[in-house]
């Protein structure tokens, strides 16, 4: 179907629009990392470098990326592991409930993040009487990094079908042989977007972490909301927040990737 011209204009002006309310808020913080203004005036009355020399001196600024990496990447690899296990089983075998429980393993992601958050929170402290702790964010995250990767992998294990698996069998191959040498291979692309699409998930999560975090850790996201509105720490925050989208994006970019990539080699 061919649209009008007028209607072609439209499109595009509606989807500048909405491209310039997304974008340009994150330009005004880039710009802003570099203010020589402490109240973050506009426009800025002069550029330096000194808010990025803070920001990377920064031990609190500093202690926050740490956690927020540990906690990524631990929710991240049981995001991985528990994803293609769930992948496996739902869409290789036929049992009752099977629909059911897929639902459930995709409905983390969709449900309000307070809602989840205090869910966990609750069923942390009352249900299992286990304080709050960097072991509690990692299992939280894990919760909706699984999905990202199951949504991948069983994509790709419904596109490949059964027919190499079926002729590894036959040919005397056991279930882990058949997975390490015909599975995995096919998969490794599919893991590999799910995994770095989970990795940024959680590491700018803040709704989720609030709840399941405790006092004692801190992570980026919770860092920065707490000394937006501190005294002068304004522009070291518009620093971090860059180094936060920029962190954010690069995995987004390279799954994007290797999604497109492999639609050119189909």
Sequence with gaps: M???????GLLAAITAVVLALIYLPLLVVFVNSFSTSQN??????????????????????????????QVALASTAVALVLGTLISLG????EFFGRDAISLLVILPIALPGIVTGIALNNAFRTG???????????????T??????????????R????SLEDASSDLGAGIWTTFRLVTFPQLRSALFAGGLLAFAL???????????????????????????FRPHQAPVVNVIAVVLV????????FAQRIAGAEKVVR
């Design 40 to 69: 973050l005036t506009w426009p800025p009355p002069g550029f330096t470098l000194e808010w990025w020399a803070k920001a990377f001196q920064s031990d609190g600024a500093l202690d926050a990326v740490l956690t927020s990496l």
């Design 2 to 8: 061919r649209l009008s011209r007028p209607a072609r």
């Design 90 to 93: 739902l869409q290789r075998f």
């Design 144 to 157: 909706f990094c699984i999905v990202t990767v199951f949504n991948n992998v069983i994509a790709r294990l």
């Design 159 to 162: 596109r490949l079908g059964t």
């Design 128 to 142: 299992l009487g286990v304080q709050l702790s960097i072991l509690t964010l990692i299992i939280a995250h894990a």
């Design 246 to 253: 920029l962190v954010s994006i690069i995995p987004i970019y």
């Design 202 to 228: 959680s590491f700018d999560e803040i709704i989720v972490t609030t709840f399941t975090a405790g006092s004692s850790v801190k992570t980026l996201p919770l860092w920065i909301l707490d000394n937006l």
